[in-house]
Each structure stands twice: as C-alpha cells, then as structure tokens.
C-alpha cells in the first residue's frame, strides 16, 4: 500500500516538474516579481468560480445520490480536479470530465448518471459561454472595433446553431444510441454496450426536463464566467494601467471565446495571448500589459491546479494498493 502511495505522490511530482516546464516557468517567475506578491489573491478569489460551478453540478447531481454520498465538499474537490485537468493537461477539454465521472463512481453514482449530468452541465456551459460572448461584442460594438471585431462576430454568428442543434439532439434524439449502432456495424460493439448508450440517451432526457434546475445551473455558470472579468481588471490596475468594467468583460469574454474555438490546442497555449494581445490594441492596453495578464493567469491556474492533480493521483495510488479497487 505504501509503495502505490508513493508512486501516485511520484508521479504527481512528475506532473509538477512537466507543468512548470510547459508554462514557462521562468516567465510565470518574471511576472511575479514585477507584479508583487498581491498577484496571489487571484488563487483564493478563484474559489468563487469553482464554489458557483460545484453548487451547479451537485444540483444536478442530487436526484441520483439520495444519501448524499458525495457531499458538497466531496463535488467542490472533484470540480477542481475537473478543471485543473482540463486546463493544465493536454487532453482537449475532455479529460476533465471522464475523470470526474470516475471520481462520482468512487461515491456510489452510477457511471451512467454521472456522465448524463456532466454532458449537461458542458452543454449548458457552452450556451453560457455564447451568451457571455454576445456581451462582450455587444460591449466592444459600442467601442468602434475593427476588422477584429467583425471576424469575431462572424465566426459568432456561423456557430450560434451549434449549442442550439446539440440541446435538441440531446433533448429528443438519441445520440448515444445511434452512435452505438454506427461502432456495431464497424467494430462488432455488443449488447451490454447498446443497453448502455440507450440508458445515458434516458438520463440525459430526464435532466434537460428538469427546466428549473438548469436554469438556476445555467445562471451559476454565468456568474462564475463574469467573475473571470475581474481578473483582467485586478492585473490591469497591478500593472498601472486601470480599466473599467466594460473593458475587462470584453477582453474575458472574447479571450475565452477564441480560448474554446481552439480547445484542440492544450490549455489555449499562444490562443490566449493572442487574444488578449489583439482585443488589448482596441482597448488601448499595451503587448506587455495584455501578455501579463496572460501570464498572470497562468500562474493562477498553475496554483489552483497543481493541488488537486496532486491529491487526486495520491488518492489514485491508495486505491491501487487495494484488493479490487481500480
């Protein structure tokens, strides 16, 4: 038992020494010392973020745990761990999410469920997050932008069908169904298989019934994506250089707009700092200031990432030492 222990904590330091390589460890330092010590009030203010986007999961959560197996704490952890894999990782968006349903199973919620709350609760955020775009162009409209601008809305507007033909394939169809039929055909997938992908089509039938709840999950997101705002407008005034609100809103929204265009691209490297270089100019911030902004989230989500992936491969290394635990 000691020795799995020892090899999760192994392996988590593996992660640190990777990470610190990949972001630019140098840099992320650089920008520290210029900043101050006060850049590290972004890691406990990004408890808001993960708090808002936890109540919304456990809200989904709940008809499937009745004896509150996973308590808020419990989905408060896995929702960092979530997101630190997501953002720190190069697994394109989506390993945060098989990770967080493997998590849930550890609390007795079936996989099946699980999985049908974590694809609505990604459905809803990808909704939140082209309404939260919508107002930053709205925002940088009245501003005068350019030809950034109308790129920007125009790729805006081609993709504005995409959440609303997901939602009514996933309210109506059946996706997981029809995908099992096409893997049969293809690679022989069997029966245990079929009865699963029609009983993920059922559950996630019922939480898109579920009108009220996701409207309270869905205005909790949106909350958390607004908070990411005052970020911007924290490391600006750092900086010396003090935006107003309108302003930080329209570099957050855009910057995570394009930031998730580009999910293929691990953890938005070059993606986000080409944003916030290019909507920056519109605004009258500098190259520097907006690549500090960059790296000063960088930096937060280094520090808000690094614990859970180091608690969750500890806590995968203590399962492992155990007889039928995997």
């Given at each position: 038992?000691?020795?799995?222990?020892?090899?999760?904590?192994?392996?988590?330091?593996?992660?640190?020494?990777?990470?610190?390589?990949?972001?630019?460890?140098?840099?992320?330092?650089?920008?520290?010392?210029?900043?101050?010590?006060?850049?590290?009030?972004?890691?406990?203010?990004?408890?808001?973020?993960?708090?808002?986007?936890?109540?919304?999961?456990?809200?989904?959560?709940?008809?499937?745990?009745?004896?509150?197996?996973?308590?808020?704490?419990?989905?408060?952890?896995?929702?960092?761990?979530?997101?630190?894999?997501?953002?720190?990782?190069?697994?394109?968006?989506?390993?945060?999410?098989?990770?967080?349903?493997?998590?849930?199973?550890?609390?007795?919620?079936?996989?099946?469920?699980?999985?049908?709350?974590?694809?609505?609760?990604?459905?809803l955020t990808l909704s939140v997050l082209y309404a939260f775009t919508a107002l930053g162009l709205v925002l940088l409209a009245n501003r005068?932008?350019?030809?950034?601008?109308?790129?920007?809305?125009?790729?805006?507007?081609?993709?504005?069908?995409?959440?609303?033909?997901?939602?009514?394939?996933?309210?109506?169809?059946?996706?997981?169904?029809?995908?099992?039929?096409?893997?049969?055909?293809?690679?022989?997938?069997?029966?245990?298989?079929?009865?699963?992908?029609?009983?993920?089509?059922?559950?996630?039938?019922?939480?898109?019934?579920?009108?009220?709840?996701?409207?309270?999950?869905?205005?909790?997101?949106?909350?958390?994506?607004?908070?990411?705002?005052?970020?911007?407008?924290?490391?600006?005034r750092i900086f010396g250089h003090p935006v107003g609100v309108s302003a930080a809103l329209i570099l957050e929204s855009t910057m995570q707009?394009?930031?998730?265009?580009?999910?293929?691209?691990?953890?938005?490297?070059?993606?986000?700092?080409?944003?916030?270089?290019?909507?920056?100019?519109?605004?009258?911030?500098?190259?520097?200031?907006?690549?500090?902004?960059?790296?000063?989230?960088?930096?937060?989500e280094v520090l808000c990432g690094l614990p859970p992936l180091l608690s969750w491969q500890w806590l995968e290394g203590l399962r492992l030492?155990?007889?039928?635990?995997?």
């Amino acid at each position: 038992m000691k020795t799995a222990a020892y090899l999760g904590a192994l392996l988590g330091v593996a992660l640190l020494i990777a990470l610190g390589v990949r972001s630019d460890l140098g840099a992320m330092l650089y920008t520290l010392g210029v900043a101050g010590w006060q850049l590290l009030w972004l890691v406990p203010y990004r408890g808001l973020y993960f708090i808002l986007y936890a109540v919304g999961w456990y809200l989904l959560l709940r008809p499937y745990d009745p004896s509150r197996a996973a308590g808020f704490g419990y989905v408060l952890w896995v929702t960092t761990v979530r997101e630190a894999i997501d953002r720190l990782l190069p697994v394109a968006t989506v390993g945060g999410s098989v990770a967080g349903v493997r998590l849930m199973s550890w609390r007795g919620i079936g996989k099946v469920p699980a999985t049908a709350t974590v694809v609505v609760e990604i459905l809803l955020t990808l909704s939140v997050l082209y309404a939260f775009t919508a107002l930053g162009l709205v925002l940088l409209a009245n501003r005068g932008a350019g030809d950034s601008y109308q790129r920007l809305l125009v790729g805006f507007l081609c993709s504005l069908p995409v959440p609303i033909v997901t939602a009514a394939l996933l309210s109506y169809g059946s996706v997981f169904g029809r995908l099992q039929r096409v893997l049969s055909r293809v690679a022989g997938v069997g029966v245990l298989v079929e009865s699963a992908a029609k009983a993920l089509d059922d559950e996630l039938h019922a939480c898109l019934r579920r009108g009220g709840t996701l409207l309270v999950v869905g205005s909790l997101q949106l909350i958390a994506w607004i908070s990411g705002a005052f970020e911007v407008w924290f490391v600006l005034r750092i900086f010396g250089h003090p935006v107003g609100v309108s302003a930080a809103l329209i570099l957050e929204s855009t910057m995570q707009a394009l930031r998730h265009l580009a999910f293929l691209v691990p953890a938005g490297i070059g993606v986000q700092e080409a944003s916030l270089v290019m909507f920056g100019h519109l605004l009258g911030i500098s190259s520097e200031q907006a690549l500090g902004v960059s790296m000063a989230k960088r930096i937060r989500e280094v520090l808000c990432g690094l614990p859970p992936l180091l608690s969750w491969q500890w806590l995968e290394g203590l399962r492992l030492a155990k007889p039928g635990k995997r």
